[in-house]
């Protein structure tokens, strides 16, 4: 039998035709974005936010910052995928639910917090590069969420970062990495585009 997640991953396609009469309900969204969180992120920082923009309001609001892209509004929703500048303030907060698991010794988060003081600390690029990466990751995930639950999803960087930013009350820690609009297909959608050989993108060494 074929794994379900490599199954996933094949059959994944960008949809850029969604069906705008079918939407998805609050508790759908926020099962999206909780199989999101379990993206890798590092130091566990998870150092991400998603907005997800699903009203009719909402919706009118984001597509003019966004290359008018008629996907905005047809999609059942699109989130706002934001990266959080990476920082070793929060880390003890992030990881005390590990401590309290039990798996994690409490003695360890001492040492976790100042490796990340060190790379991160008056290290704006740092910040920013890490912010981008977990912003990213977790993007990822959610594709993948979201095909597994049968639904298209389509990753955009066509939007104006500094009216998205304030439009939608980002903070200024937070970045808009990427717009990911999610929802059903509608029939047209290509299938997904044939990729490159192997043996141009991979070296064994």
């Not at 039998?1 to 094949?10: D, E, K, L, S």
């Not at 704006?124 to 912003?135: I, L, M, N, T």
Request: with cysteine; glycine share 6%; hydrophobic share 50%.
């Amino acid at each position: 039998m074929t794994n379900p997640v490599h199954q996933a991953i094949q059959a994944r396609r960008t949809t850029q035709l969604f069906d705008p009469l079918r939407v998805l309900d609050d508790a759908q969204i926020r099962e999206l974005v909780q199989l999101a969180t379990l993206a890798p992120s590092s130091f566990n920082l998870q150092n991400w936010r998603f907005i997800a923009v699903r009203s009719q309001a909402a919706k009118e609001r984001l597509r003019p910052l966004a290359w008018n892209q008629a996907k905005i509004t047809e999609a059942a929703v699109t989130f706002i995928v934001c990266g959080q500048l990476a920082s070793h303030e929060v880390m003890a907060a992030r990881l005390a639910p590990s401590v309290a698991a039990g798996f994690m010794p409490a003695e360890m988060v001492a040492g976790w917090e100042g490796a990340a003081k060190s790379l991160y600390h008056e290290q704006p690029q740092r910040q920013r590069d890490e912010a981008v990466r977990s912003a990213t990751l977790g993007a990822a995930t959610l594709i993948h969420a979201a095909q597994g639950a049968g639904l298209g999803a389509a990753p955009m960087i066509g939007f104006d970062a500094d009216a998205v930013a304030s439009a939608f009350g980002l903070r200024a820690d937070e970045i808009p990495v990427l717009l990911l609009a999610v929802g059903h297909a509608a029939p047209g959608n290509w299938p997904q585009k044939p990729r490159r050989a192997l043996d141009e993108v991979l070296d064994l060494v």
